[in-house]
């Protein structure tokens, strides 16, 4: 269950709401610094290694005065994962389809770049500016789709989510050491007939010789495809 409290201090420091000190010396560091930090720290080793003592010590600080800035650890990994969003992507295509396949390809492109985000256990939906002005700019490209407004929020979820779940499905894959191809391992277990629908896809040419990066992208387009042929049909029978 999400911490209200974690949330509550993240959404806090993402909006520049925490009061400023009337009192005693000016901060030295911003809390922008201090996610740059912990980011660098999760680009190199991963978002395991990041620890508000390991921060500190890139930063030149001891570990408690980083609690003048960042309560938690848990709220540092909040503000990590706005700072590391950036800015969407402008999206330039003409239809509502083009865009969304722009704005799900830039955010698999995030994904690849940034394979610690993918990895993040999440505490609540977006909540900072830049990850809200990325699921803004997808509503936006739904806007002309016909789909009425909760509509439009659930389609947007359930690709924030798809994209997500296939990115990281595909960096624990290529990352796990010495992995077989998964065409290869099918073949090894399916022997005894007793799944046969997939035992007859269960090839290279089929399947897919694994489900690294370059291999998810294909059934991701195929599904991105499929999802907006149905929205469109939905819309079409919506004004029967």
Same mark, same amino acid.
């Given at each position: 269950?999400?911490?209200?409290?974690? !949330?509550? &201090?993240?959404?806090?420091? *993402? /909006?520049?709401?925490?009061?400023?000190?009337?009192?005693?010396? +000016?901060?030295? %560091? =911003?809390?922008?610094?201090?996610?740059?930090?912990?980011?660098?720290?999760?680009?190199?080793?991963?978002?395991?290694?990041?620890?508000?003592?390991?921060?500190?010590?890139?930063?030149?600080?001891?570990?408690?005065?980083?609690?003048?800035?960042?309560?938690?650890?848990?709220?540092?990994?909040?503000?990590?994962?706005?700072?590391?969003?950036?800015?969407?992507?402008?999206?330039?295509?003409?239809?509502?389809?083009?865009? !969304?396949? &722009?704005?799900?390809?830039? *955010? /698999?492109?995030?994904?690849?770049?940034?394979?610690?985000?993918? +990895?993040?256990? %999440? =505490?609540?939906?977006?909540?900072?500016?830049?990850?809200?002005?990325?699921?803004?700019?997808?509503?936006?490209?739904?806007?002309?789709?016909?789909?009425?407004?909760?509509?439009?929020?659930?389609?947007?979820?359930?690709?924030?989510?798809?994209?997500?779940?296939?990115?990281?499905?595909?960096?624990?894959?290529?990352?796990?050491?010495?992995?077989?191809?998964?065409?290869?391992?099918?073949?090894?277990?399916?022997?005894?007939?007793?799944?046969?629908?997939?035992?007859?896809?269960?090839?290279?040419?089929?399947?897919?010789?694994?489900?690294?990066?370059?291999?998810?992208?294909?059934?991701?387009?195929?599904?991105?495809?499929?999802?907006?042929?149905?929205?469109?049909?939905?819309?079409?029978?919506?004004?029967?």
């Amino acid at each position: 269950m999400p911490n209200d409290d974690h !949330t509550k &201090q993240a959404i806090r420091l *993402l /909006w520049g709401e925490e009061p400023r000190r009337t009192r005693g010396p +000016r901060p030295k %560091l =911003s809390v922008e610094q201090i996610a740059r930090a912990a980011i660098d720290i999760a680009t190199r080793d991963g978002i395991e290694a990041v620890s508000m003592q390991r921060v500190a010590g890139e930063l030149g600080y001891t570990t408690m005065s980083l609690y003048n800035y960042v309560s938690s650890k848990n709220v540092l990994i909040e503000v990590m994962m706005d700072v590391a969003t950036e800015d969407p992507p402008e999206l330039t295509g003409e239809t509502w389809r083009e865009r !969304t396949r &722009q704005w799900m390809s830039s *955010l /698999w492109d995030l994904y690849m770049s940034k394979p610690w985000m993918a +990895r993040v256990t %999440l =505490s609540s939906p977006p909540i900072g500016p830049r990850q809200l002005a990325w699921f803004d700019q997808l509503i936006q490209a739904l806007n002309d789709s016909g789909l009425r407004p909760g509509d439009q929020m659930a389609t947007a979820t359930f690709l924030l989510g798809t994209i997500r779940g296939l990115a990281k499905l595909s960096l624990d894959v290529a990352d796990a050491p010495g992995h077989t191809p998964y065409d290869e391992t099918l073949t090894q277990v399916l022997t005894d007939g007793r799944f046969p629908a997939l035992a007859a896809i269960a090839s290279p040419e089929v399947f897919g010789a694994d489900l690294e990066a370059a291999n998810v992208d294909e059934p991701l387009q195929f599904g991105l495809e499929r999802l907006l042929d149905g929205i469109d049909d939905y819309v079409r029978s919506m004004k029967k």
